[in-house]
Protein backbone atom coordinates (compact mmCIF):
# COMPACT_ATOMS: atom_id res chain seq x y z
CA UNK A 1 0.00 0.00 0.00
CA UNK A 2 1.41 3.34 -0.96
CA UNK A 3 2.18 5.19 2.18
CA UNK A 4 0.31 8.15 2.18
CA UNK A 5 0.84 9.83 5.91
CA UNK A 6 3.46 12.67 5.93
CA UNK A 7 2.63 13.60 2.01
CA UNK A 8 0.54 17.03 1.38
CA UNK A 9 -2.94 17.08 0.21
CA UNK A 10 -2.04 18.22 -3.63
CA UNK A 11 0.42 15.00 -3.32
CA UNK A 12 -2.07 12.95 -2.18
CA UNK A 13 -4.39 13.78 -4.67
CA UNK A 14 -1.85 13.48 -7.72
CA UNK A 15 -0.72 10.15 -6.32
CA UNK A 16 -4.01 8.84 -5.81
CA UNK A 17 -6.43 10.24 -7.98
CA UNK A 18 -8.72 11.27 -4.78
CA UNK A 19 -10.67 14.59 -3.80
CA UNK A 20 -10.12 16.82 -0.82
CA UNK A 21 -12.93 16.75 1.69
CA UNK A 22 -13.62 19.67 0.26
CA UNK A 23 -15.57 18.84 -2.49
CA UNK A 24 -18.44 21.26 -2.17
CA UNK A 25 -15.73 23.86 -3.18
CA UNK A 26 -16.23 23.67 -6.76
CA UNK A 27 -12.80 23.20 -8.49
CA UNK A 28 -11.98 22.28 -11.43
CA UNK A 29 -9.94 19.29 -10.36
CA UNK A 30 -12.11 17.71 -8.03
CA UNK A 31 -14.33 15.44 -10.47
CA UNK A 32 -11.22 14.37 -12.94
CA UNK A 33 -10.75 11.09 -11.22
CA UNK A 34 -14.36 9.46 -11.59
CA UNK A 35 -16.26 9.30 -14.56
CA UNK A 36 -19.26 8.80 -12.48
CA UNK A 37 -19.27 11.91 -10.69
CA UNK A 38 -18.56 14.10 -14.02
CA UNK A 39 -21.45 15.09 -15.29
CA UNK A 40 -21.79 14.68 -19.12
CA UNK A 41 -24.72 14.98 -21.33
CA UNK A 42 -24.18 11.13 -22.55
CA UNK A 43 -24.93 10.41 -18.77
CA UNK A 44 -28.80 8.86 -18.54
CA UNK A 45 -29.61 8.82 -14.88
CA UNK A 46 -32.64 6.18 -14.27
CA UNK A 47 -35.16 8.83 -13.28
CA UNK A 48 -38.26 7.26 -11.31
CA UNK A 49 -41.80 7.46 -12.93
CA UNK A 50 -43.82 10.37 -12.00
CA UNK A 51 -40.76 12.79 -11.03
CA UNK A 52 -39.67 16.23 -13.01
CA UNK A 53 -37.04 14.57 -15.15
CA UNK A 54 -35.63 18.37 -16.48
CA UNK A 55 -35.93 19.33 -12.78
CA UNK A 56 -33.57 16.25 -11.54
CA UNK A 57 -31.48 16.19 -14.60
CA UNK A 58 -30.65 20.24 -13.57
CA UNK A 59 -29.54 19.66 -10.31
CA UNK A 60 -28.02 16.79 -10.56
CA UNK A 61 -24.59 18.42 -11.88
CA UNK A 62 -24.72 20.46 -8.19
CA UNK A 63 -24.49 17.42 -6.49
CA UNK A 64 -22.21 15.57 -8.44
CA UNK A 65 -19.90 18.56 -7.80
CA UNK A 66 -20.17 18.16 -4.37
CA UNK A 67 -18.72 14.84 -4.19
CA UNK A 68 -21.87 12.68 -4.86
CA UNK A 69 -21.41 10.07 -7.56
CA UNK A 70 -24.02 8.46 -9.72
CA UNK A 71 -24.37 4.62 -8.57
CA UNK A 72 -23.60 1.72 -10.47
CA UNK A 73 -26.94 1.33 -11.72
CA UNK A 74 -27.70 5.00 -12.65
CA UNK A 75 -30.22 4.99 -10.04
CA UNK A 76 -29.37 6.79 -7.30
CA UNK A 77 -26.46 8.66 -6.15
CA UNK A 78 -23.83 7.80 -3.15
CA UNK A 79 -20.84 9.52 -1.37
CA UNK A 80 -18.30 8.90 1.46
CA UNK A 81 -17.99 11.30 4.33
CA UNK A 82 -14.61 11.18 6.19
CA UNK A 83 -14.37 12.31 9.73
CA UNK A 84 -11.80 12.70 12.56
CA UNK A 85 -13.74 10.45 14.90
CA UNK A 86 -15.56 7.58 15.11
CA UNK A 87 -18.04 9.40 17.44
CA UNK A 88 -18.45 12.27 14.68
CA UNK A 89 -19.17 9.35 12.39
CA UNK A 90 -21.83 7.95 14.62
CA UNK A 91 -23.17 11.39 15.04
CA UNK A 92 -23.55 11.75 11.29
CA UNK A 93 -24.96 8.17 10.98
CA UNK A 94 -27.97 9.04 13.86
CA UNK A 95 -28.54 12.68 12.62
CA UNK A 96 -28.90 10.95 8.64
CA UNK A 97 -31.14 8.42 10.71
CA UNK A 98 -33.42 10.58 12.11
CA UNK A 99 -33.83 13.12 9.13
CA UNK A 100 -34.66 9.95 6.95
CA UNK A 101 -37.36 8.56 9.55
CA UNK A 102 -39.15 12.24 9.25
CA UNK A 103 -39.10 11.92 5.31
CA UNK A 104 -39.73 8.28 5.63
CA UNK A 105 -36.98 7.37 2.56
CA UNK A 106 -34.21 5.89 3.95
CA UNK A 107 -30.82 5.02 2.74
CA UNK A 108 -28.34 2.83 3.35
CA UNK A 109 -25.78 3.31 5.17
CA UNK A 110 -22.04 1.68 6.00
CA UNK A 111 -20.48 2.58 9.07
CA UNK A 112 -16.31 2.59 9.34
CA UNK A 113 -14.36 3.87 12.07
CA UNK A 114 -13.53 7.33 10.32
CA UNK A 115 -16.29 6.91 7.74
CA UNK A 116 -19.37 6.90 6.44
CA UNK A 117 -20.68 5.63 3.03
CA UNK A 118 -24.67 7.01 2.41
CA UNK A 119 -26.45 5.77 -0.73
CA UNK A 120 -29.57 7.29 -1.79
CA UNK A 121 -31.81 5.84 -4.52
CA UNK A 122 -35.88 4.95 -4.49
CA UNK A 123 -37.63 1.66 -4.72
CA UNK A 124 -41.23 2.40 -5.72
CA UNK A 125 -41.08 3.32 -8.36
CA UNK A 126 -37.64 2.20 -9.13
CA UNK A 127 -34.99 5.07 -9.93
CA UNK A 128 -33.79 8.34 -8.81
CA UNK A 129 -36.43 10.76 -7.06
CA UNK A 130 -36.43 14.09 -6.05
CA UNK A 131 -36.48 12.68 -2.30
CA UNK A 132 -33.05 11.24 -2.66
CA UNK A 133 -31.82 14.57 -4.01
CA UNK A 134 -33.21 16.14 -1.46
CA UNK A 135 -31.86 13.81 0.94
CA UNK A 136 -28.87 14.11 -0.66
CA UNK A 137 -28.63 17.63 0.42
CA UNK A 138 -29.20 17.27 3.93
CA UNK A 139 -26.19 14.56 4.39
CA UNK A 140 -24.30 17.80 3.21
CA UNK A 141 -25.38 20.36 5.75
CA UNK A 142 -25.17 17.94 8.54
CA UNK A 143 -21.98 16.60 7.61
CA UNK A 144 -20.75 20.21 7.46
CA UNK A 145 -22.03 20.81 10.38
CA UNK A 146 -20.67 17.88 12.09
CA UNK A 147 -17.16 18.61 10.21
CA UNK A 148 -15.59 16.41 8.10
CA UNK A 149 -12.11 15.89 6.75
CA UNK A 150 -9.52 14.68 4.55
CA UNK A 151 -9.37 10.84 3.94
CA UNK A 152 -5.98 10.98 5.59
CA UNK A 153 -6.84 13.07 8.24
CA UNK A 154 -10.11 10.65 9.20
CA UNK A 155 -10.03 8.04 12.08
CA UNK A 156 -7.95 5.28 11.34
CA UNK A 157 -7.93 1.57 12.51
CA UNK A 158 -4.58 0.38 13.98
CA UNK A 159 -2.16 0.57 16.90
CA UNK A 160 -1.76 4.11 17.41
CA UNK A 161 -5.42 5.24 16.92
CA UNK A 162 -7.59 5.39 19.86
CA UNK A 163 -10.51 3.20 20.93
CA UNK A 164 -11.80 5.97 23.19
CA UNK A 165 -12.83 8.82 20.47
C1 LIG B 1 -44.32 2.86 2.27
C2 LIG B 1 -43.09 3.69 2.37
O1 LIG B 1 -43.38 5.02 2.11
C3 LIG B 1 -42.04 3.24 1.38
O2 LIG B 1 -41.75 1.86 1.59
C4 LIG B 1 -40.77 4.06 1.43
C5 LIG B 1 -39.96 3.88 2.67
N1 LIG B 1 -38.59 4.29 2.50
C6 LIG B 1 -38.02 4.34 1.30
N2 LIG B 1 -36.73 4.63 1.18
C7 LIG B 1 -36.13 4.65 0.01
N3 LIG B 1 -34.83 4.94 -0.05
N4 LIG B 1 -36.82 4.39 -1.10
C8 LIG B 1 -38.12 4.11 -1.10
O3 LIG B 1 -38.72 3.90 -2.16
C9 LIG B 1 -38.78 4.08 0.14
N5 LIG B 1 -40.04 3.85 0.24
Given at each position: ??A?K?I????F???TG????E????????????Q?S?F??AM???IA?G?D???L???????LE???Q???N?????K?YH??TY???????????V?SK????HPE?????G????HW??????G??AK??????????VA??I?????L???R????S????
Amino acid sequence: MMATKNISRSAFFILTGKPSHEACIKSPFVNIPSQRSLFNPAMQPMIADGEDRDELTKVLPTLLECGWQLDENDSGVRKIYHLKTYTKVLDLHHSIGVGSKSKNHHPEMTTKSGSLAVHWTTHHPRGLSAKDIFMAKYCDEVARTIGTVDELDAQRCGPSSSQTK
